[in-house]
């Protein structure tokens, strides 16, 4: 960091087990890709080309070698696996991982049905070779799935296998763990963590209060992705307390409630 600071709480290291940050490539030009590894790669962990933008990115081969020697791991987007697999070409689709250099995948269902014993057939066949998230959670808002099942789809595929199970959120933020005003879906996400450990998941929130909603309940070292590249220095002070959202979550109590309390005497005052 820059200079000192107290009471700042400690990140974890990359390469991170938790704290992980995603950010959601929807289409970077190579130069704007330069910029965004000159300003952000120490906050980078991992990048997610979004759905299927990565058949209609110029320069793509170009983009991932630009990622992989600034030590920041791309992946393709789940919908795009999903594309390949509903034409049957899951063989084409690890044949392209490979050409492309790619070690990270992620497994998905969210657009369309998959026999849930077959995907975690994937997840195991693919983990053997590659580093896998898979994601839980459908991207259409009218399909509901209940929390039992959330919470036995992402027990059985993190022992297929996963890394990470990404709870669905989409780009929007207005699905699966989240209901369609953008708010967190506070029963659901309880009942998930009751049986699955958080440091497992990875949560979709490219919303502010979405980030904000998480730090505060998981802590500063939470998982969450679909972060846009414009928005991870501002996440990245959110876990820190520095920005006012966050801002007394990480000072000790006595700091904070004497700051609380001159906030409070001013207000009163001014009445």
């Known amino acids: 960091m820059n200079f000192e600071l107290p009471f700042v709480p400690e ?31 120490h906050l980078t962990d991992v990048v997610k080309f979004g759905f299927g933008t990565s058949f209609v990115t110029r320069n793509f081969k170009e983009k991932i070698k630009l990622y992989q020697d600034a030590g920041i ?20 689709y690890l044949q392209m991982l490979d050409k492309y250099n790619l070690d990270l995948v992620e497994i998905s269902d969210g657009s369309i049905i998959i026999d849930h014993d077959e995907k975690c057939e994937l997840i195991h066949s693919f983990a053997k070779d590659r580093t ?8 259409d ?5 209940s ?12 022992e297929a296998g996963s890394w990470k199970v990404i709870a669905e959120g989409r780009e929007s933020g207005n699905v699966g763990v989240f209901r369609p005003n953008g708010t967190a879906h506070t029963l659901l996400i309880n009942r998930i963590i009751a049986k699955v450990n958080p440091d497992d998941i ?14 505060k309940l998981f ?37 904070a409630d004497r ?7 001013e207000i009163t005052d001014e009445d």
């Open 147 to 158: 929390p039992a099942k959330w919470v036995k789809w992402m027990q059985t595929e993190l």
């Open 11 to 41: 990140r974890t290291v990359q390469p991170r087990q938790s704290g992980v940050t995603m950010m959601m490539d929807k289409g970077l030009s190579l130069r704007e890709t330069e910029n965004f590894i000159d300003a952000s790669k």
């Open 202 to 215: 990875l949560w979709e929130a490219p919303k502010k209060t979405q980030q904000v909603w998480f730090i």
């Open 219 to 255: 802590g500063h070292n939470v998982n969450l992705g679909n972060i846009a590249p414009n928005e991870m220095i501002p996440l990245e002070t959110l876990r820190l307390g520095l920005r006012g959202d966050t801002f007394f979550d990480f000072l000790p109590a006595d700091y």
């Open 73 to 92: 791991r791309p992946y393709l987007g789940g919908t795009l696996f999903e594309a390949f697999f509903a034409r049957g070409m899951v063989k084409e």
């Open 259 to 265: 700051l609380k309390q001159v906030n409070d005497d």
């Open 132 to 139: 896998v998230f898979s994601e839980v959670g459908s991207k």
């Open 141 to 145: 808002s009218g399909i509901i799935v």
